[in-house]
């Protein structure tokens, strides 16, 4: 054998070591992968913090990957295809679109990834015709979530009026439950509320200000809004305040970001919902563990929701005073 030949035959051993090491790595030793739309929102960016303190906690490699927007369901698609790629242990995924991610997601079947369901909920149907297999759903119950929001903004409306409601992703399955509890809370107003316009602002804020705006223009005797995410209700309160309506329009919202918070505080937001997303991502990773050293996963946790919590003006106060 040439002696040139050398160096090459060990680069080659050296990188077929690499390769074996990485495929025959138990699964305990891989890293979890945790799957969300976009860091833009600060709802997954306590999502990522919540998963992250507990990956730390419990000795578990977390890789964190998100897409550039709400909209971006693409990139989310690929970022799946390169968690298997990786041959992560487990997949926890916060799905933008409940339809388009479920094939992407068979490639993690094949592979044996385990696949645990956060936050947006999976459609049930496109699950069933694809055969997607998938461990565990840890979120919300959003239309009981929907249902407590406008329950309050009704009821700060002094039980009448007229409501609108700007809607999130609409291929989105928590967007549309979203939608059905706001609705199930002004069904039982008896007529005394009633729904004027609703529309899609795809989770964004400068989209719900566009579109709000719009909306005023046709439909100014609206005096409730309820919004299925904060992010949206940042963007309307903007449309409210340029109509010189603050205040004539009770706003109610989903998530609980610290920028609405202010808002509350400050009385151009009514109220909100939080659904705690760092809960969510810390048991998904506390459930990914337990996967990861071969343990069952009890049917009673096969769905796991969050205590959901209404936030107004009197909650944030209470709260700020049990901090002191
Ligand atoms: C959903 C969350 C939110 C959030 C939205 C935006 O899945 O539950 O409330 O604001 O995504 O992507």
Not at 138 to 155: F, H, P, W
Not at 243 to 268: P, R, W, Y
């Amino acid at each position: 054998m040439g002696k040139n030949r050398v160096p090459l035959i060990i680069g080659l051993v050296a990188i077929v070591a690499v390769v074996l090491i990485v495929v025959l790595k138990p699964k305990s030793e891989r890293p979890v992968a945790l799957i969300m739309k976009t860091l833009t929102n600060e709802f997954f960016q306590t999502m990522e913090k919540g998963g992250r303190e507990a990956a730390k906690e419990l000795g578990v490699e977390l890789k964190v990957m998100s897409g550039s927007r709400e909209t971006a369901i693409d990139e989310q698609a690929d970022l799946v295809a390169v968690a298997v790629g990786q041959k992560v242990a487990v997949i926890l995924i916060a799905p933008g679109d409940s339809k388009q991610l479920v094939r992407p997601l068979l490639a993690a079947n094949k592979a044996n990834i385990p696949i645990i369901n956060l936050d947006n909920p999976l459609d049930p149907d496109e699950v069933k015709a694809q055969g997607l297999k998938y461990v565990a759903y840890i979120g919300t119950d959003n239309v009981q979530g929907a249902y407590m929001s406008t329950k309050e903004l009704i009821r700060a409306m002094g039980g009448k009026g007229n409501i609108a409601m700007l809607e999130g992703i609409r291929a989105a399955d928590n967007a549309e439950k979203r939608r059905r509890g706001y609705e199930k809370a002004i069904k039982e107003t008896n007529e005394a509320v009633v729904e004027v316009a609703h529309d899609t602002a795809n989770w964004e804020t400068e989209q719900a200000a566009d579109k709000f705006a719009a909306m005023l223009q046709s439909h100014p005797e609206i005096n409730g809004l309820f919004c299925a995410n904060d992010n949206m209700a940042l963007g309307a309160i903007k449309a409210i305040d340029r109509a010189g309506k603050t205040g004539k329009i009770l706003v109610a919202a989903f998530d609980n970001l610290k920028a609405v918070q202010e808002e509350i505080l400050k009385g151009s937001i009514h109220c909100t919902i939080d659904q705690h997303a760092d809960w969510m991502a810390s048991e998904g990773v506390k459930m990914a563990l337990k996967l990861m050293k071969g343990e069952e996963i009890p049917e009673s946790d096969k769905v796991k929701l969050v205590n959901l919590e209404l936030i107004t003006k009197d909650v944030l106060l209470e709260k700020q005073k049990a901090k002191k």
